[in-house]
């Protein structure tokens, strides 16, 4: 096994480089959470992992009353054990099947299995559809690991545990002929019948290595993540009692590393003239006079603060301390940027890359936190791309704190202009102001539109409710922002494209199928496919709106309002035939020379 001395130490640095960061609360009533998954289909929810055995679903804001899943049944609850992990696979929208991780009784071991989504329900999974992929002993209550993740290759990276007990005394963690105390990688996806091994796995032809294990010397990696954007992968290896660490690895690195357990625990010997000869030795390490075991959490990769981008926070479960760290150079920064004062048990990242994080409680105390710059003023996006491009008539979304007292959704037309004593007045840059129309209010998130009459240019948002106002914030405002709705921020997939194959004669459609292959059928068909999003300007003329699919100009043969949602726009485009067999190709739209988030769709 290939691995290395990384001789990069942690510098730290106090109120220099680093902006200030707060917690708002999204949600509370979470019992015991040690997981948040976003997956990544377009819908906005967040799934909240319950260590008793039960995940739940947040969805606008809400806690949604009817369980996602519940395996209390099946797990034994314990200081480190219970239900541990989520993950869903790449194309979930698709698949509609996840995977857990949790520790059933007798005898104590790991249990990674997967479930399928209800065939009626999307907000329920069927309980009854379990399947084991792979189980393993363990042989103490504690150190189980207990993190799932897809890497950016599409392999599925277990994170376990040395075992337990303490100084990890059955040798687990240098052990290459167990799965404890490793980063395991898999490949769950191939249409095996459980899982198959990596070809490209280090230690695959060896018989001294299991072939799932990707590293080694790990004691309890208490969650790990990839950078969304470079690829490289974060590990958060909590200490036996002097250190915790931080371990990285750089995007396509081909694995191997051997962390250190239980050599070392951070940069430090466990015993006097130890060997760290092909040791990894962690980026950022603290001592316990700072926290007691350490959770990891994500780089920021969101768009609503842009002073937090390429900082990887995480914390620490006993002190409630919460870390940003980065790279300079061939040297890491850190530094303390908020002391929570909360048991902090895991963060998550929704789909548009903005970062969440769990206060660990029994009861009903558990709470859901969203992680932002202390010092930005709400954010105004165009609610369908997430980009600072708004227009008149589209549909944007304003970020921030106590924006209105409760959450409410409008449900008449045309749309109340005071939703749950929330208000939103857009002031032109002719000086004009007018009340917005809302769609949605919560104490974090505001959905209104650009009145009509708005003229473009400069613009004023002022947010008022029973508190007074709230929040003012500028804007600039176009005639024309094209966005279209994605399945996440880079565009991978129509989160909300209705495909539809048309008789020659312009009848019925005989079929309409949501982010799914597109198969263009008989040649009498054809095949439409509709983006929707906001700011795009129904009125704009056709001639003025143009489509690139896969490199192919598509016909546009409509441009308009959509009938079923008040503010938002419709382009209906004609997928070209020689497009058939191409797979996954880009859709670009451009709509008076301004071009909109490019979107993918799959055309077999």
Known sequence: MRCWVLLLLGASLYGQTFPAVRLERVAAGVVQCTDIQSPKDGGGRLFLVEQPGRIKILKNGQILPTLFLDLRSKVVLGSETGLLGLAFPPNFAEKQYFYVNYTPPTPLRTVISRFRVSATNPDVADPASEQIIL????????????????????????GTGDGGSGNDPQGNGQNTNTLLGKMLRIDTESGAATYAVPPSNPCMGSSSYRPEIWALGLRNPWRYSF??????????????????????????DPGGQNYGWNVM????????????????????EYTHALGISITGGF??????FPALRGIYFFSDYGSGRIWGLRRSGDVWQNQVLLNAAINVSTFGEDQNGEI?????????????????????????VNAASYASSIAREGITTAFGTALATITQSATTTPLPTSLGGTTVLVRDSAGVERPAPLFYVSPTQVNYQIPAETASGAATVTITNGAGTVSTATIQVAAVAPGVFAFD?????????????VRADGTQPIEAVTSAPINLGPSTDQVFLALFGTGIRGRSALSAIRCIIGGVDAGVSYAGAQGGFVGL?????????????????????????????TVRVNVQ
Do not use: K
């Open 135 to 158: 189980t393993f002993n363990q042989p103490f209550a504690n150190h189980n690991g207990g993190g799932l993740v897809f890497g950016p290759d599409g392999f599925l990276y277990i």
């Open 227 to 252: 950078d969304r954007e470079t690829g490289d992968l974060y590990i958060a290896d909590v200490g036996q009692d002097r250190a915790e660490e931080v371990n990285f690895q750089p995007a396509g």
């Open 265 to 284: 625990e951070g940069l430090n010997c466990l015993r006097s003239g130890c060997n760290m000869t092909g040791l990894t030795l962690p980026v950022m």
């Open 299 to 304: 780089v920021y990769r969101g768009v609503l």
């Open 356 to 380: 969440y994080l769990a206060r660990h409680s029994g009861g009903a105390g558990g709470e859901i936190y969203h992680l932002v710059d202390a010092n930005s003023s709400p954010l105004a």
């Open 489 to 501: 921020a880079s565009g991978q997939g129509l989160a909300a494209a209705l495909i539809q194959r």
């Open 569 to 597: 726009d419709q382009i209906n485009v004609l997928l070209p035939r020689s497009l058939i067999g191409r797979g996954a190709v880009d859709v670009v739209l451009n709509v008076e020379g301004i071009p909109a988030n």
